[in-house]
């Protein structure tokens, strides 16, 4: 019989970051890498303020608080970009 749970956990489980990439572990076992240039607010970050971050909305997200960036695991694994700034 099949349940209506699914098998799938997209809560943080842990993070890694570089001047690179991101990289995202989910509890379900998964793992989401995407390179930073996506997010120019970590990519222009210290190494100190990207590696400050904590878990946000249940878990589902995450946020750094020094340079107000927010992120969730519904964006990762859809490949959502940070918005672009309007050229002006």
């Known amino acids: 019989m099949r349940s209506l ?6 809560r943080v489980m842990t993070l890694s970051i570089d001047a690179e990439r991101l990289t995202v572990e989910l509890m379900d076992g ?15 970050a210290t190494q100190a303020q990207r590696e400050n971050w904590e ?5 589902y997200g995450i946020h750094w608080p020094d340079i ?12 959502a970009r940070a918005p672009q700034a309007a050229e002006g």
Do not use: K
């Open 55 to 59: 878990l946000a909305g249940g878990g």
């Open 30 to 44: 998964r793992a989401i890498a995407v390179p930073l240039a996506w997010y120019p607010r970590l990519a222009n």
């Open 68 to 79: 107000d960036e927010d992120l969730s695991t519904e964006g990762l694994l859809i490949g």
């Open 5 to 10: 749970i699914s098998d799938t956990d997209l």
